[in-house]
Structures are given as structure tokens and as C-alpha cells.
């Protein structure tokens, strides 16, 4: 059993930065394939990047450009670096882990291809 619990999420202006951090207990933190999701009110959790274990990154298409996901095997941790942030990114941001390290990049973006998940962290963008 993998437990990640997340953090960094808080109230930000727009145009502004956050990073939020997701700290995994296993040991085997490298072949851990890790994503990051998001859910805003009333929609469905979305995709927003992926860290997969041969250090390939992926984004959603509404974060590209401005998210940045990386991952410290050391410190067990991935991080998802927020700028340029809009109101529409308001969202509680989930981090997962996927234990398969063979699972291919297009199902990265697949919630179902994640065993374990964090509790979320909040995120809103508002003046």
C-alpha cells in the first residue's frame, strides 16, 4: 500500500505561482509511474501531468505551456510547479501513483490506471 499526501495548495492571485508537492511512503518511489489530476466543482477530475518512470512528462492541453511536473526520487516526492495561473484553474489537485512502470504514455492521462491516490490539496485563483 502507497500513501501520498499532498501539499502547497492555497489562494493566489492570477498571473500568479504555486507548487504543490506530493510525498510518496514506498520505498520503490522510481518505478512508480506519478500523475497529477484535478477536480473543480461539479466536473469531473481531469487530467493535468503525468512523470512516468523512464522520465518521459506529459500535460494536459489546458496546462501546457505554463505546468511543469518533476519528480526527487530521493526525497520520494513529485512536485507540479503552477504558473500563470487562471481562475478556471481552481480546482482540489490530486496526486497518483501508478504501479505499473509498463503502462503506455496515452494511458497516462487515464484516472483508472492509477492505484493510489492522495487526499488533494485546494487551489484557487481569485483577485
Known amino acids: 500500500q502507497v500513501q501520498l499526501v499532498e501539499s502547497g495548495g492555497g489562494l493566489v492571485q492570477p498571473g500568479g505561482s504555486l507548487r504543490l508537492s506530493c510525498a510518496a511512503s514506498t520505498s520503490d518511489f522510481s518505478n512508480y509511474n506519478m500523475g497529477w489530476f484535478r477536480q473543480a466543482p461539479g466536473k469531473e477530475r481531469e487530467f493535468v501531468a503525468a512523470?512516468?518512470?523512464?522520465?518521459?512528462?506529459y500535460y494536459g492541453d489546458s496546462v501546457k505551456g505554463r505546468f511543469t511536473i518533476s519528480r526527487e526520487v530521493a526525497k520520494k516526492s513529485v512536485y507540479l510547479q503552477m504558473n500563470y495561473l487562471k481562475p478556471e484553474d481552481t480546482a482540489v489537485y490530486f496526486c497518483?501513483?501508478?504501479?505499473?512502470?509498463?503502462?503506455?504514455?496515452?494511458?497516462?492521462?487515464?484516472?483508472?490506471?492509477?492505484?493510489?491516490w492522495g487526499q488533494g490539496t485546494q487551489v484557487t485563483v481569485s483577485s
Open positions: 512523470f512516468r518512470v523512464n522520465r518521459n512528462t
Open positions: 497518483a501513483a501508478d504501479a505499473n512502470p509498463g503502462t503506455i504514455s496515452s494511458r497516462l492521462r487515464a484516472r483508472a490506471e492509477y492505484e493510489y
